[in-house]
C-alpha cells in the first residue's frame, strides 16, 4: 500500500529521529536523506530532533540502530539507502540479513525503525525510487515514521 504522500499533515514538533544513511550506494541514500529531512522539517520535526548516522553499508544498520536507540532515544529510526541486485546471491543475503536485523531490534526495543532502504533491480529503479520526481521513498519514509511515533 502506497502513502498518500501529498496529502499527510503530522504536528511532528514534539517527535525525535535518528536516521541512518549508509556510504555504499551513496548518491542514491543522500537523495533519499534530503528528502526524508525536507519532509521531516515540513512536519514541523525541529532540525535539532533529527540526528544522522552514516554507516558503510546496509548490513551495518541494524547495529547503528540499536546504538542510537540507547544513546539518543528517538521516537523512530529511519534507514535509507540502497541494495542493488548484482550477479551473486550477495544481494538476497544482504537484503535478508538487513531487514532481519532491523526487525529484531524493532521488536526488542519498541521503537520502530522504517525500513527506506531500497531493494532494486538496477540503478534506474533505484533512481526513479529515490527522486523528488519519482516515488519519493525518501519523503515516504518519514511520513511512516511520523506516523510511527505518534501513535
Known amino acids: 500500500m502506497e502513502l498518500d504522500t501529498k496529502n499527510i499533515k503530522i504536528d511532528g514538533s514534539s517527535v525525535k529521529v535518528g536516521i541512518i544513511v549508509p556510504y555504499f550506494n551513496e548518491s542514491i541514500g543522500l537523495e533519499l536523506l534530503k528528502n526524508c529531512k525536507d519532509e521531516l522539517l515540513e512536519q514541523n520535526v525541529a532540525e535539532e530532533n533529527i540526528s544522522i548516522t552514516r554507516v558503510a553499508?546496509?548490513?551495518?544498520?541494524?547495529?547503528?540502530?540499536?546504538?542510537i536507540i540507547q544513546t539518543e532515544q528517538p521516537d523512530a529510526v529511519i534507514t535509507l539507502g540502497a541494495i542493488i541486485k548484482g550477479e551473486t546471491s550477495h544481494y538476497d543475503l544482504v537484503t535478508e540479513k538487513t531487514y532481519d536485523g532491523l526487525m529484531a531490534v524493532q521488536l526488542n526495543t519498541?521503537?520502530?525503525?522504517?525500513?527506506?532502504?531500497?531493494?532494486?533491480?538496477?540503478?534506474?529503479?533505484?533512481?526513479?525510487?529515490?527522486?523528488?520526481?519519482?516515488?519519493?521513498?525518501?519523503?515516504?519514509?518519514?511520513?511512516?515514521a511520523?506516523?510511527?511515533?505518534?501513535l
Do not use: M
Open 146 to 150: 511520523l506516523i510511527q511515533a505518534t
Open 110 to 144: 519498541g521503537i520502530p525503525i522504517i525500513f527506506g532502504i531500497l531493494t532494486c533491480e538496477n540503478e534506474k529503479q533505484a533512481k526513479e525510487r529515490s527522486s523528488k520526481k519519482g516515488l519519493n521513498k525518501g519523503k515516504q519514509a518519514a511520513q511512516a
Open 57 to 67: 553499508g546496509a548490513l551495518e544498520t541494524p547495529f547503528a540502530a540499536s546504538k
